[in-house]
């Protein structure tokens, strides 16, 4: 009993520090098989992210099959770099210029919301998570990347928010809104989720099918297990 505390002790203490250690993030709930949800989501993307970030590993003619929409609809609505349908989601933004510009060249992000610890919750609470300040170049920070180069890409719609402070020269203990966006805090949550939800998907796009093709294995087992059983019937009905 002792042994396996122990193991079990050596196995999750690490993880229990490493978790302990980042910034507390909050639940996202997103749902990627929330089709409409991903559509907004791609929307929002390409709207307020792409001038800086790519998603170099995705295809516009990808995103328009896993996401129900028409080849029209994507290179209308989705897509403003002029590159073709069957081309990767570049961004337009030159990296040397971004560097010139912010600071930082914008990171790709297809892969964000898988590698970063947290996954998608960290994508979540860092969107929510920026704050004005003064001492920094563009004037934003953020909590969840303090000294972040980005600045707040959503602030119309979330308004913008400052620090409150623990005590007299104390850590930051909330941000609080302090002039209002265009969206309440609820409207606003579900944007960052759509965005979320959508780099998720983004990161991993088989999981769509991975999720659709698991139902009809289990249902494929179920109908196996069910005739390995009337066989094992017949073949005792004999032996009796
Ligand atoms: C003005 C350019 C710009 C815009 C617009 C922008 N970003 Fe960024 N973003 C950056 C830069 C630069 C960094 C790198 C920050 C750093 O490391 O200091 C970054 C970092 C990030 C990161 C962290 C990546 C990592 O690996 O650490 C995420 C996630 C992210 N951005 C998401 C978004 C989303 C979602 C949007 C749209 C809602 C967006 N960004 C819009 C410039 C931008």
Known sequence: MKTLLALVLAVFAPLALAAGAGPKLE????????TASLQRG??????YCMGCHSLGYLRYSRMAEDLGLSEEQVMQNLNFTGAKFGERMVSAMDPADATAWIGAAAPDLTLTARAKLGGPDWVYTYLKSFYADESRPLGWNNTVLPGASMPNPLWE???????????????IDRLEVATPGSLSPEQFDQVARDITA???YAAEPSRLQRESVGVWVILFLAFFTLMAWLLKQEYWRDVH
């Open 27 to 34: 639940a996202s709930h997103t749902n990627i098989e929330d």
């Open 42 to 47: 791609a929307r929002l993307f390409v709207n």
């Open 157 to 171: 719609m979330q308004g913008i928010q400052r620090a409150v402070y623990a005590g007299e020269g104390g850590q």
């Open 198 to 200: 959508f780099l998720q």
